[in-house]
């Protein structure tokens, strides 16, 4: 299958301004050299905690972000050396779709004029613009009568599609959706979640989906990238990973599904929180809260290997 999306060593560092507090500014490590690779066709998903640095790693693929070190390669061109047209077609093609609706629908636009704009900014003419708009309602699922209502008068349901298809109007191969139901009652995120599924097999989608929640994850996607503190720590098709996790950390993860099917422990508490980006520990950046540290663990940092075929972790205990 055709590699649609190749992430090499992706790096992103924000350096923080030097102020009186601060007599040495440091930078948050957000990303650390993350590598992989989506084919086409496939649902990724990118899971861990808050901080862990993956919608660092979603803005940076698509350029919201400039990454400090990495490569992000869309069918096999290197984003950072596309000319102008490639460049052009490449913003496209891979769209974002926000966590936070409310934050990225203008609040001051109407529907209409919200889903017109980026259509508007590629040159369309007006009449097929209402025309291209008024027919894209349909495959999310939503009526014309929207079209004259501002983003405040609609539901955090109808906001999540507006903002799916205001992700879908040009067309785009890759979807990168950052948390796209973590916002909405349960019951409306697994209408999203459907519609999104069925959005896929009927537009040929490819998905970069970003979640903290393994469970969302795992019934979407059909591989998974654990990060904790921007590192990939294990990389796994989604079924496997579910039932026999490598890592200490995912293990953790899963361990705090109610219900989950990784019960062979008790739920394991962590200790602590997760360190401070700008200062991670020494060797494996979880040593401190790992329960099945060694002595080597917090001297030298383990590479990430391959145990099996496609599963890959990075932890001495392998
Ligand atoms: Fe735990 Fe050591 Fe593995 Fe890190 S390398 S996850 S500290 S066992
Ligand atoms: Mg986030």
Redo the contacts with the bound molecule.
Sequence with gaps: KERILEIQDLTKHFRLRRTSLLRRPGSIKALNGISFSISRGESFGIVGESGCGKSTAGYSIVGLLKPTAGKVLFKGEEVNSMDANSLREFRKKVQLVFQDTSGSLNPRGTVEWILSEPLRAMGMAKKQIRNLVVDSLELVGLDKDLLGRFPHELSGGQKQRIGILNALILDPEVIIADEPVSSLDVSIQAQILNLMNELQDRLSLTYLFISHDLNVVHYFCNRIAVMYLGEIVELSESEELYRSPL???TQSLLSAIPGGSYRKTEKIILEGDAPSPMNPPSG?F??PR?F???EI?SRVK?RIIEVSKDHFVS???Y
């Design positions: 890592h200490p950390y494996c979880f040593h790992c099945k540290r060694m663990c383990p932890c001495h205990l």
